[in-house]
């Protein structure tokens, strides 16, 4: 997935300039996407669906982080503060319990709330939901701690550990 999420994020840096005509169409078809990938299945009924929004979240928040870097990088962060609190509201609901979080959308979820915090500082303070962030944080660690052997290099151990910790810095920052 980091690969993947390095190849979108490239894309839409080299495209960054073309978006941004499109881009208030462009966020209303991610907040609706948001939306539609709140649909509670439990995994009970439907294990294919259940898996299918599972991934759904994980690449909406991977397409919503590179559009974020790419409205960063020229310089226009500022436009994309007005849906923040649409995205920090539907990270918070992801990754409770109820929508039985995966791995990855801990992680990207961290990610993203950490690039928010370093982008916009104080200004985040509102939107942060601390205990649940703190949660997060403990699951990821938890997870790297009980799956090595999914994530059974030393390098991809490192890079976790430096997510982590890239994103507790820009959140305590907030």
């Not at 005509?21 to 439907?46: C, G, H, N």
């Not at 020229?74 to 539907?90: D, H, V």
Request: net charge negative.
């Amino acid at each position: 997935m980091e690969h993947l999420h390095s190849k979108s994020s490239a894309v839409f840096l080299l495209s960054s300039e073309i978006i941004l005509p499109y881009y208030s169409q462009i966020m209303s078809l991610l907040t609706s996407a948001f939306t539609a990938s709140l649909e509670k299945v439990q995994r009970k009924d439907d294990q294919e669906l259940f898996e299918y929004f599972i991934i759904l979240r994980e690449h909406l928040l991977e397409v919503a982080t590179a559009i974020f870097d790419a409205v960063d990088s020229l310089g226009q962060a500022t436009n994309f503060f007005e849906t923040i609190p649409f995205i920090m509201n539907f990270i918070n609901t992801i990754n409770t319990e109820e929508y039985c979080p995966s791995f990855e959308i801990m992680k990207l979820s961290l990610g993203i709330i950490g690039d928010f915090c370093k982008a916009y500082q104080t200004s985040m303070k509102p939107y942060l939901n601390v205990p649940l962030t703190e949660q997060i944080i403990k699951n990821v660690k938890a997870f790297q701690t009980n799956n090595t052997e999914i994530l059974n290099t030393q390098e991809t151990q490192e890079n976790l550990n430096e997510t982590i910790e890239w994103a507790k810095t820009n959140i305590s920052n907030a």
